[in-house]
């Protein structure tokens, strides 16, 4: 079984509020490319990755007028994916839903939210002190976390997560101490939206659970001066240790420290620098029991998986396609 993580940029923006595919000339949310141009890429990439369950971060809306199932079963459609149906669990007012598109021949779902001690549902509060100041924080999930239950046709049965954890980057903020203070408390929210997860990590593997985390986590180990303030990332804090960690090889070989080599999920460009800035954001980490099924995680980087390289027409789509690049995991079960 092959599982997949994929942040499409701007993926709303490809649909009619009807739901409709949008395959013409105007400009899509992405620098430069067409919605035709996306579209299509996506399409290739889909395709190519032939998973058996996508768990799409920033997915389409649904609103009044829109709907993230009609919306991804119109594009599962136009290019014949066999991950035809959808899954959606709490929506959001952000028009980036966290949907899993999966395939109904190789598994079931069903959306499962679930709470325990400490970690209430993703949908409502979380009261926790980071031990920085004293000061408690109360946090809410801008996009809840989708809590999903999937079963094999062997009857085995996984407690998927897909989450995408707050931004860190100081979006407004003017001059460096605006900067500073913004930076500073998007890491603490972050770092509290990454605590109620493993939260609810630590309540699954307690039931005796396969768990895998999925998604886009915005941070990896040692990417910027503010982590020191907190001594840890949010990565980090997820994977948890000793018996109950959960693993990821991008994440151990990006805790190896910055002299080593670094794989990466994401390319930004950085307009006043006029240059592209890469980092590795996206993740599969999974549970020590599936650890043993686990036969391979793979980033599909269109400059550093030799298969990507070598497809030139793949290449190019992944790089139109979305800022993010996906990550797959394939499984023995």
Known sequence: MRLATYNVEWFDDLFSKQGELLFDDQWSGR???????????????????????????????????????????????????????????????THQEIALLYDPDRMQVRHLPGQSDGAPRFDEEFHIDLGVDGTEDVVAFSKPPLEVELTTPGGRVLRLIGAHLKSKAPHGARGKHQIERASIANRRKQLAEAMWVRRRVDALLEDGESVIVMGDLNDGPGQDEYEALFGHSSVELILGKGDMALYDPHAAQALRGRLSPQPTTARFYIAPEKRYLQALLDYMMVSRDLREVAREWRIWHPFEDAHCWQTPELCTALLTASDHFPVTLDLAV
Do not use: K
Request: proline share 2%; aromatic share 6%.
């Open 31 to 93: 620098r430069d490319v067409t919605r035709a141009q996306q579209a299509e890429a996506l399409g290739m990439v889909f395709t190519a990755m032939d998973a058996d369950a996508v768990m799409i971060i920033e997915a389409p809306d649904t609103g009044t007028r829109r709907d993230t199932r009609r919306a991804l079963g119109n594009f599962a459609s136009a290019f014949e994916l066999r991950t035809r149906e959808v899954l959606v669990g709490f929506v959001n007012d």
